[in-house]
Nanobody
Framework: QVRLVESGGGLVQPGNSLRLSCAVF????????IGWFRQAPGKEREGISC???????YYAESAKGRFTISRDYAKNTVYLQMNNLKPEDTAVYYC???????????????????WGKGTLVTVSS
């Protein structure tokens, strides 16, 4: 059974940074496209970033230049480094895995195969 556990969220002031982690259990990262999504209150879940050996790295416009996705195969963990955070980045952040297809780069959350429970990021002064 594949299980994803996010961590690293919290309260941060605008302009500061956070690094989110997503530990994957029950499978290995190299089999999947890895994605980070977020959902703000009252809004739909949106795709932020994806990574796989096929696509390399992908970023939504809202993340370009500020967020960086990475992975550590030895730890079977995915990271999202978020810099210069803004109040509009406030959301629950989720990591997800996709076995086949293009759902991640299309931001199609329903097409992802496995999800974590999310970690809350609040950007506020």
């Amino acid at each position: 059974q594949v299980r994803l556990v996010e961590s690293g969220g919290g309260l941060v002031q605008p302009g500061n940074s956070l690094r989110l982690s997503c530990a994957v259990f029950g499978s290995t990262l190299d089999q999947y496209t890895i994605g980070w999504f977020r959902q703000a209150p009252g809004k739909e879940r949106e795709g932020i970033s994806c990574m796989s050996s096929n696509i390399g790295e992908y970023y939504a416009e809202s993340a370009k230049g500020r967020f960086t996705i990475s992975r550590d195969y030895a730890k079977n963990t995915v990271y999202l480094q978020m810099n210069n955070l803004k109040p509009e980045d406030t959301a629950v952040y989720y990591c997800a895995l996709e076995a086949y297809g293009s759902s991640c780069v299309l931001g199609y959350s329903a097409g992802m195969d496995y999800w974590g429970k999310g970690t809350l990021v609040t950007v506020s002064s």
